[in-house]
């Protein structure tokens, strides 16, 4: 079959160029485009509105919806219900021009004039000269001025037709009546005047009942407490700014305060214990006196040799043959210490 279509191509093609072309020159190349220029999508007195024209007007006002708001979703503005808000407000605007002219509402070329010279939008587009740009209008509107004051014509035409209809309203008798009868109704009315003044004298209070009504009424005459403090503030580092001290008055202060700033005076000795307890015979206590007094001797000649001779000699009683017995005391109480245990033991002492 293949093979048949390329043996006969030319005979093919000239069968397919006698059936199109002439179907082109009877019914015309409009009618392979569609029939959706032609649709119509409402009409109003007489005239349509078409599918090109609804979608021409739903361009424009998504337009300006995405200059004013950039982030807006492109869902959002291709909806069936924001392209049929289009066609509400397409269908509107016919109705009421439609009206307009029904009622001959026109706008004169002088309220024109007027409301053009006095709009600052249209003062941007005049040259210093005092004429109008044509081409900085065009370019920056999209529109001839023409278009323009028949845009601005139509939209005035239509204000009138709607304030035919809301300034034209009407009150119902009834809230008439009320309104008016508010203005016009008139009324008798007593006044009695009670002065305290003249009922004052007639008034006997006793002390019973003022003290009656104090109490119950004790919160009345009652004040919020108060006190008033009267305060003195010692503060050291203020007084010693004021307070100049020499060296006389440190002076003066210290000799009659020397017991605060200084300690007892003590001594430090060292001895050498030979015990002679009375229950020693005569013999012995002389024996412990000569020796004491000997090795007091010795220390006299060579003082560095105490530690030495007290080592050997000394017969302390809890450490034994300690090198020396040393304690430190004020000067009176050790005076007096030794010489109670040198009367009563009778023990040799050698101090240094």
């Known amino acids: 079959m293949f093979e048949t279509f390329r043996k006969y191509n030319k005979v093919v093609m000239i069968f397919l160029f006698l059936l199109i072309i002439p179907s082109f020159v009877f019914f015309g190349v409009d009618r392979y485009q569609g029939s959706g220029r032609d649709e119509k999508v409402a009409r109003i007195e007489g005239h349509d509105i078409t599918k090109p024209e609804w979608d021409q007007q739903h ?3 998504t337009d300006r919806i995405r200059q004013q708001s950039p982030n807006v979703d492109p869902t959002v503005l291709e909806s069936d219900a924001l392209r049929y808000a289009t066609l509400e407000r397409m269908v509107r605007d016919r109705v009421l021009a439609a009206a307009a002219s029904k009622t001959n509402l026109t706008v004169s ?5 007027r409301m053009f010279a006095q709009d600052p939008g249209l003062a ?11 081409e900085a209008f065009q370019r920056v509107t999209g ?27 009407f009150t119902p008798p009834a809230l ?5 009868n508010a203005f016009y109704d008139s009324r008798e009315i007593q006044v009695a005047r009670f002065s305290p003044e003249a009922f004052a004298s007639k008034v006997t209070v006793s002390d019973a009942d003022v003290e009656a009504y104090y109490k119950d009424h004790l919160a009345q005459f009652q004040a919020p407490e108060q006190a008033s ?8 580092e203020a007084a010693k700014k004021n307070i100049v001290v020499n060296d006389a008055d440190l002076k003066t202060y210290y000799e009659q305060n020397t017991s605060r700033f200084g300690t007892k005076e003590e001594r430090r000795a060292s001895h050498i214990l030979i015990t002679a307890p009375s ?5 012995d206590r002389e024996k412990a006196k000569a020796k004491a007094e000997q090795l007091l001797a010795d220390v006299k000649k060579a003082p560095n040799t105490f530690a030495d001779v007290a080592r050997k000699n000394s017969q302390t009683r809890a450490r034994p043959r300690r090198a020396a017995t040393s304690t430190s005391s004020p000067r009176a109480r050790w005076s007096s210490r030794s010489k109670t245990r040198c009367s009563r033991s009778r023990r040799a002492r050698s101090a240094t």
């Open 59 to 61: 361009r424009v006002e």
């Open 109 to 113: 070329e002088d309220r024109l004039s």
């Open 143 to 169: 529109r001839t001025p023409e278009q323009y004051e028949a845009s601005v014509r139509s939209d005035m035409a239509t204000q009138q037709v709607l304030l035919g209809i809301s300034g034209t309203a």
């Open 279 to 283: 229950s020693m015979s005569a013999a």
């Open 229 to 236: 403090i009267e305060y003195l503030v010692l503060d050291l």
């Open 176 to 180: 008439a009546a009320t309104t008016i």
């Open 124 to 134: 941007a587009f005049r040259t210093p000269d005092g004429k109008f740009d044509r």
